[in-house]
């Protein structure tokens, strides 16, 4: 298998394992798609991290599988990709992208699904597929317009140029950077935190968040009320309470 699911702590570990650099062949992409179905269906996950290993994160697409598609065969692939990609950004619980050297094109567009990046500093990121006489196709285009504005995506995308730790974290492309050595640690710390969290409630903010970002504001009002309203049907909301009302802020345990 290219890619596997690791659970320890609560988290899931989708690991990426296609040496030497993950291109991610089409076995690679449905494989995602089934990680991100077990990662939302399994109780035990309660985080995940994506994560490529020590030395790369995913340098995109097989371009060497690809070269032998035809029009008609990416005309039957294309909606695929994309809902391979979909089902990870759609796992409804708290993802991080630990990014180690390079994460281009499809790779870029992988760490895009994560809801918060923490790279190493030797990483490399970009949308290298203007020179391949492409765009992005598993969602570029528009995650990382949504993510970093349009005109710093239209830079990227334009150019195909490779981004550095400091530019990626200056334009809000990376969360976090850490030396190489840390990454997997850090990113597996965040998940683990919040993999202590009431599930419920977060799966609830990022739904909020990732429909309210798609619609009018007032739609996204009404995403989120009905949503917490929602919350007070929950036994975390009546412990949350109790312990502040009894202990003080920050110490409840959530089931
Ligand atoms: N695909 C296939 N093989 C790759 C690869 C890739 N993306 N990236 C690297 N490799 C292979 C190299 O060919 C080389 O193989 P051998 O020659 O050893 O057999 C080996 O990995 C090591 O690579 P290098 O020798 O090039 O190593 P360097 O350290 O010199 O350079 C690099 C590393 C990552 C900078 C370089 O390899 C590189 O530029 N790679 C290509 C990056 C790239 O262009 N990525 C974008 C791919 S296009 C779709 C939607 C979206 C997509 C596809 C479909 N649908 C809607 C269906 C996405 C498209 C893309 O991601």
Redesign the pocket.
Known sequence: MTAHLEVAEGVGTIRLDRP??N?LDIATQDRLKELAAEATRRDDVRAVVIYGGEKVFA??????E?QAMDHAA?IA??GA??ESFTAVARIPKPVVAAVNG?A???GCELALCADFRIAADNVKLGQ??I??G?I???GGTQRLARLVGPSKAKDLIFTGRQVKAEEALAIGLVDRVVPAAEVYEQAHAWAARLAQGPAIALRAAKESIDAGLETDLDTGLAIERTWFAGLFATEDRQRGMRSFVEEGPGKAKFV
Request: hydrophobic share 50%.
């Open positions: 030497p650099m291109a340098a995109g697409a097989d371009i060497k690809m990416m692939r294309s990709l994309q390079y281009l094109g499809g290298p597929e020179l391949l492409l992005p196709g598993a």
